[in-house]
Every structure is written in structure tokens, then in C-alpha cells.
């Protein structure tokens, strides 16, 4: 039930995605156009066909009635059972001079015919035949595509026209014509021609006499000018599937290739930039996509960049301290019997010592420290009572006899912060230990917690005093760079590594906020920490 469930969320999550994405609405409409072009003109034609066999059908009826009416009143003889005349029907069928396209023939009533419009017409249907050749290759791949399509569209449109004359045959027409209705049906004429036929009793008062029957052979012309009118909307179809097709490639396949192209370029070395600004200048998700990845190389660039100064100044920091201890063993080769030589010599090489382990130690925080702080998950933390949990760690701390006090300025609203309590942690304990290491003894640390409005933004403001030496105007901004230390002489250097503040930066600057620090008037340094609250 769960799979079910996320499986479910996954495919509308997908949907909404679709709907939302500019791309895919106009690759769906342009895929629809040529489509949608189709089924309107195979509807227009569907309505045109339909409207000319019905009005092929009332003007057949309406011509019938008339016909019988000259041939009930003028071709009938005969009381009180009257009958029809052969020779005056003959001459009214032969009077009605009727086009080429519609064939009249009256009938008796026990189905003989006695007068056709084709054997009594003294016209002579003549027409030039075509020149014996074979069709060519676009005239039988025209036919296909229109018996294709007329099947095609005819499974979509209802055939309105097919089911107003409905097919039978003409012995079951002839039936209901000499019961004295009007009969219509569309069937296929003795020369295989498709026809539409009406059939109308002839009638002397009440009594049924005749049947008088038309056919129209027109409907494979009309069904062939259907197909041909068919054949512009499908050349429509098929110009705006090439257009949009091109368009698409121009607008999306050829500035995606041309994404790819530069980024191998920067994969391979041979360029630091992406350098599209027709592409990132863009609106849409390509333009989007082309600035997260100018972005993305940007920031990789600059964290090589880092690396590389990074490991420049670990190997001079390291540096420092390795050459201290060979400077004093190679002196102490010299000075061995010197007892009092040997011992400030064994004082310089564990303080070295010392201060090597504390760089190595905080070198490796500093370098495991982006990784861990991108895999800790983010949580909501009531910052007043997890700033006062951190203060109250320091109360065991005896030596330095440096006091470290909290006060909350939020009145106990719940300031709410999001993020990782373990580097937020870090940034406390850090400024902390910081402002003790340049306190006197017995001085005071005060971690004071603010609500301050940035904006429309609710910040949570966490500022650290010390009563110290302050900090020189032009070193506010450098004292947060790697391996920087400025301290008063004669204070124990192997104690700090310069990493502390830089860490405090990085941490905040991914939690979305800013440090600061200042010189305060009534002396000593003070360090201001805003983070976005809710």
C-alpha cells in the first residue's frame, strides 16, 4: 500500500512538473498542432459531406413529389381502378429533361420498369478517355494517403451523412414505396457506381399506381473533392510539424548541445568558463539550467582555488613549527652537556609540538567540515535554550578563571532557528573560546540573545563580549580568513591555530546569515551573529 502510495506522488509530482515546465507545454502544443489541424479539417469535411448527401436526399424527394404528381394527374387512366398509362408515362419521363447525374425510372406495381431516363434521353453521354499509362508514384501515394486518412477520420468524426441514408437494397425500398411511403438509401448501381436513390409512390387519390424512383451518381465525385480537400490540411499538418520541429531543435536541442560542448570544454581543461551568455540570458529552464551550471562552475573554480591557497598555507603553517624542532635538536647536538641548555631546548620542542598538533587537529576539522555540515540534516532549534546549554558547559571550566554568562533579550519568546545543531555548536563555542583566550584572569565572557527585524525578516542576533584588548580597526575584516592570529606579546600562541574565526564564517555563511565583529567603545571585542528565524 505504501510502494502504491509513493508511486502515486511520484507520477503527480511528474504531472505538475510537466504543467509547470514552459518546455514541455510547448512541446505538447506544437506535437498537437499538425494533430489538431487534422481532426478539424476531417470534422469540416465530415459536416461538408454530410450536409451535401442530405441535401442530395431532400432535393432527390422534393424532385420525386413533383415527378409524381405530373405522372398521378397525366399518366394515369382508369375508374374506378385506375392504372398507369405506358405511353404517357414514357412522354412525362421523357419531358423532365433531367441532368446527366440523375436516372428516373417509373415501375408498376409488380416491379416491371416501363419508363428509364437513360433509354428514352436522346442525349449521348460522351466523354474522352484518358491516355493508357501507369500512375505515378505521387498519384498512387496521394490515394493512399487518402484512403489512409478517410479511414482514419472516419473512425474519429461520426458519419452523420451515412447514417441520414441509410443502405439497403432496392427491392426493400420498392416495398416501402408501394405501401405508399418514401423510401431513401445509398447502394451501388448497375455500372458499380455509388448512388443515391429515392423512391415515391405514384398515386391516384388513395391508390398506389407506380413507383417512381431517382438516382443521383454524383456521390464519387463529391466523395473524391472531399479527399482532395483533405490533401491541404494534411500538407498544413505536415508544414507546421517541420516548422515546429525546427523550431524546436533551434530553441532547444542545438543550445543544449552547445551547453554540453562547453561544459567538456571546462571538463577537460581547456577553459575555466562556460562563457554563453545567449543561453543563460534565457527565460525558460534552459536558461535556468545554463546559470545553475555557470554557477556550479563558478563554485567549484573558486573551491579549487581555495584548496589550492588552503594547502599553501597549511604547508607554511606547518612549516613554522617543523623548523622550530630542527632548529632545536640540531642545537641540541651542540649543547648535550649543557643540562640547563637541554631543558629550555625540550620546553621549545614540546610547545612546537604542541602547536603542531593543535594545526593538524584543526586542519582537520576545518577540511571535514563542509562535507559534514552538506550531510547533517537541518532542524528547527529554540536558540535561547540551545545557546544557554552550550554557556552553562563552561561553568566547570576553572582555568582560565574566565566566567562565561548568558542572557536571553527575547523575553522567552522561542526564537526558532533551522539548522544543524553540531556546527552551530561549533560557532558558539568557538567565539567563546576566543573571547577567553584574550580575557584576563578573572574577566567575564556575556553571550547576549537578541530579536531584531531585518526587513520583513525575523533575525535572531547572538552577540559575544569580552573585556579584552579590542581589535584594531584594520584587522576587523582579516581576522576571519585561515591561519590569521594577531595577539597581544607574550600571549600563548601555541594554544590558537588562526582556523577558529574562519570556521565561525563558513558555518554561518551556509546557514544563510552574517558575522561581524567590532571594537567596543568601553573596551574589549564584540562578535554579532545574525541567523534568519521563524
Do not use: C
Not at 28 to 47: K, R
Not at 162 to 188: H, K, N, P, Y
Not at 278 to 305: W, Y
Not at 391 to 418: A, K
Amino acid at each position: 500500500m505504501v510502494d502504491v502510495s509513493r508511486s502515486s506522488s511520484k507520477l503527480r509530482r511528474r504531472a505538475a512538473g510537466m504543467v509547470g515546465s514552459r518546455i514541455a507545454r510547448l512541446i505538447l502544443a506544437s506535437n498537437m498542432a499538425g494533430l489538431a489541424i487534422l481532426i478539424a479539417g476531417a470534422m469540416v469535411l465530415n459536416e461538408m459531406r454530410a450536409g451535401l448527401v442530405v441535401s442530395k436526399k431532400q432535393d432527390l424527394v422534393g424532385q420525386a413529389q413533383i415527378f409524381t404528381n405530373l405522372l398521378g394527374d397525366g399518366a394515369t387512366i382508369g375508374q374506378p381502378e385506375p392504372a398507369l398509362e405506358i405511353d404517357l408515362a414514357r412522354d412525362t419521363i421523357r419531358s423532365l429533361d433531367l441532368p446527366i447525374t440523375v436516372r428516373a425510372r417509373v415501375s408498376l406495381r409488380d416491379g416491371e420498369v416501363i419508363a428509364d431516363s437513360v433509354f428514352l434521353s436522346d442525349r449521348v453521354d460522351v466523354s474522352a478517355l484518358p491516355p493508357l499509362r501507369e500512375p505515378s508514384t505521387v498519384q498512387r501515394w496521394l490515394a493512399g494517403l487518402s484512403g489512409t486518412t478517410e479511414g482514419l477520420f472516419s473512425s474519429l468524426v461520426p458519419n452523420r451523412g451515412g447514417d441520414a441514408v441509410r443502405t439497403q437494397t432496392f427491392e426493400e425500398e420498392f416495398a416501402t414505396a408501394l405501401i405508399g411511403g418514401e423510401a431513401a438509401s445509398q447502394r451501388f448501381s448497375d455500372r458499380g457506381q455509388r448512388v443515391i436513390s429515392v423512391s415515391v409512390p405514384i398515386q391516384r387519390v388513395s391508390a398506389v399506381v407506380g413507383v417512381l424512383t431517382l438516382e443521383a451518381s454524383d456521390v464519387e465525385e463529391i466523395v473524391r473533392a472531399e479527399r482532395t480537400a483533405l490533401i491541404p490540411f494534411v500538407g498544413v499538418a505536415m508544414l507546421v510539424a517541420l516548422v515546429t520541429s525546427a523550431l524546436l531543435t533551434l530553441g532547444i536541442a542545438r543550445p543544449l548541445r552547445r551547453l554540453a560542448v562547453a561544459a567538456d570544454r571546462v571538463r577537460t581543461g581547456r577553459s575555466e568558463r562556460l562563457d554563453l551568455p545567449q543561453i543563460t540570458k534565457r527565460k525558460d529552464e534552459i536558461g535556468q539550467l545554463a546559470q545553475s551550471v555557470d554557477a556550479m562552475t563558478d563554485t567549484l573554480l573558486d573551491r579549487i582555488t581555495a584548496n589550492e591557497q588552503f594547502a599553501a598555507d597549511v604547508a607554511h603553517e606547518l612549516k613554522n613549527p617543523l623548523t622550530s624542532i630542527r632548529s632545536a635538536v640540531e642545537t641540541a647536538e651542540m649543547v648535550k652537556d649543557d643540562p640547563v641548555a637541554m631543558e629550555k631546548l625540550r620546553k621549545v620542542i614540546a610547545k612546537d609540538v604542541q602547536r603542531l598538533d593543535r594545526l593538524i587537529t584543526d586542519i582537520s576539522n576545518a577540511s571535514r567540515l563542509e562535507a559534514e555540515i552538506t550531510r547533517s540534516p537541518k532542524a528547527m532549534l529554540d536558540i535561547a535554550r540551545f545557546a544557554s546549554g552550550i554557556v552553562q558547559t563552561y561553568e566547570s571550566h576553572e582555568t582560565p578563571n574566565v566566567r562565561v554568562v548568558f542572557s536571553d533579550q527575547t523575553m522567552g519568546g522561542g526564537l526558532l532557528v533551522r539548522g544543524r545543531d553540531g556546527p552551530l555548536g561549533q560557532v558558539i563555542r568557538n567565539l567563546i573560546d576566543n573571547a577567553r583566550s584574550f580575557s584576563a584572569e578573572g574577566g567575564e565572557v556575556r553571550v547576549t540573545l537578541h530579536q531584531v527585524a531585518i526587513g520583513a525578516q525575523t533575525t535572531a542576533r547572538l552577540i559575544v563580549d569580552d573585556d579584552g584588548p579590542g581589535i584594531p580597526e584594520d584587522k576587523l575584516a582579516k581576522i576571519f580568513e585561515r591561519f590569521y592570529t594577531d595577539r597581544p606579546k607574550g600571549a600563548d600562541f601555541g594554544n590558537n591555530s588562526g582556523l577558529g574565526l574562519s570556521i565561525v564564517k563558513q558555518i554561518i555563511d551556509t546557514h544563510l546569515g552574517t558575522v561581524e565583529a567590532q571594537t567596543r567603545p568601553e573596551g574589549g571585542a564584540r562578535f554579532i551573529v545574525d541567523l534568519p528565524a521563524e
